[in-house]
């Protein structure tokens, strides 16, 4: 076996696909040994070297893709298309017992209908040979593809033994009505120089959707063999290690392409794929799972400029931090209108400065994506309403109001500069009322102090509660174990038996009211200058120790935090010097 092993050759042992990389010599052992990659990159025990030798390389970057393993080890026989695919399609099925219940033969009207369907082979139009270990297109005594499957439009070519591409395009040739390419998970050997894909644009007139997962090809290889496609619409190239897309041809990929997948790659800025802005009829871009973290490399470089066609971006599962990559998404992406942005670490914390503001951290981050991006529409697969955007822009002009409440008039610019719509929103709410607190010396018993006002809702003669308060200063340092003991005394009340929540004076926005709203809100919107006023009042009806006004009434819910019991400070457990605290019998 080891004279006709080559490399490039691809294997196949029980079931494990690889590629030869090495025929030869290792050091410190006797005979000849096949240096391979495997296709699954976990399988191998090294990266293609041994003992500080290396004997070859590997296209996969993982430090166990390759093995040494003995040319008399014995490998799966290769099959041609033709052959796998009647062997699929058609022995299997003779093969097939009948089904027996309580000893007698079932009548499958169903099922025999479905293999008479099967069978017919010259109807076939979803052909799945993945993992078929095909290398060829004909083997001796086959029949011609034009014969035996003319009509295929989907053909499924993923993880085969081929070694050029030029084979696939010969199968290709005979199938005219072929729309969709799958050959996810191959391994194809000097596709530049593979005369096989010379003049291929002729038998791949129809083909819309082509998917090159997983093949370990470069950037520019890609483009080369998708240009053969003249009216290539999807392009999938996800999981292939690239973090860089360099300047190529795209030929008529910048008229015909609408929507590509880079998923799962290893780019780290929206710059790494700049060139893409050569296709002026892309829609959809699919960033996903990749390490993306800003839209540049150096802080001084130009933003990248991506063609007004562009309206979806998916960059889920990356490594966004901060908001101001957001804001300058329409600067890049300017016809975006729907993006899909979870799972980054600025919307799973969407407000540092001040933590756990909100009960979920995934709706507050959903607010201030919606209202720094004006023009968006969807996000997240869900699409925004009037209602929604409102909401939205509200809730994130009243977080600015509270950022601006934290520092010194003066400073004032520092924070706004740092929300690029906050003119705008004052323009249609009106700006957000600031109440910033007096400062105190750390160093006066006062600052040391919390003044609570505790408030116990009784029951009166006739069923009727009346409220009764009781204020007083607390030390910070207090825990609520010794919090809910002076609560006990102020009211005639045991500890053991009370709740503590603190009326935090903030509000939070309802899950699915603007579903509730949508179905029945068919009325015309009041004139403009009534509606403004209305959203200006809702927006100052979120500062601390007000209500939402009519407008907003249904929209938020007060935000209120249980005190558990426990060792934790009070001054860790409330805000500010001043707190609000209900006491209720458990």
Known sequence: MASQVKVGDRLCFDGAVCTVRYVGEVAGTSGIWLGIEWDDRSRGKHDGSHKGVRYFTCKSKAATAASFVRPTRPAERPQSFVSALVGKYTAELANTKAIQFSGKVAEEVGFEKIRRKQARLS??????????????????????????????????????????????????????????????GNRFQDILEDSGLDGAESSLTKVESLALEETLMSWEEMCHVATRFPV?????????????????????????????????????????????????????????GNNISTLTKGASDTLPAFPGSLQYLDISYNQVSTWSFVDELPTCFPGLVSLRF??????????????????????????????????LKALNFGNISKDDRQNAEMFYLARIGKHLAAVPESHEHEVTKQHKRYAELCELYGPPVVNRKKEINPAFLEARLVTVQFVLHRAEKGGEKAAVERTTSIPKSFDIYAVKGIAGKLFGLGPLGLRLIWETGEWDPVAGFDDEVEDSSEEEDEGEGGARLDRQEAVNSLTEGSQPDASAAGKWVKREVELHDGPRQLGFCVDGLEAKIRVEAR
């Not at 095909?134 to 070694?163: H, M, Q, W």
């Not at 392009?235 to 030929?251: G, M, R």
């Open 123 to 184: 109807e076939l139009k979803f052909a799945i040979l993945d993992g078929a270990r095909i290398a060829s297109v004909y083997a001796e005594g086959d029949e011609p593809i034009g014969t035996v499957c003319p009509k295929v439009k989907d053909l499924d070519l993923s993880r085969n033994l081929f070694r050029h591409v030029g084979t696939v395009v010969a199968i290709c040739s005979e199938l005219p009505d072929l729309r969709t390419l799958r050959l996810n």
């Open 232 to 288: 290539l619409s999807t392009l999938t190239a996800s999981i292939n290690q690239l973090s860089f897309l360099p300047e190529t041809p795209l030929s008529t990929l910048s008229s015909t392409l609408t929507s590509l997948y880079l998923e799962h790659n290893d780019f780290t800025s929206i710059s790494d794929v700049v060139s893409l802005a050569g296709l002026q009829s892309l829609r959809n871009l699919h960033l996903k």
């Open 342 to 375: 979870a799972h980054n670490p600025i919307y799973d914390n969407p407000d540092p400065e001040f933590p756990g503001q909100s009960k979920n951290a995934t709706e507050e981050a959903y607010m201030f994506t919606v209202g720094r991006l004006a023009k």
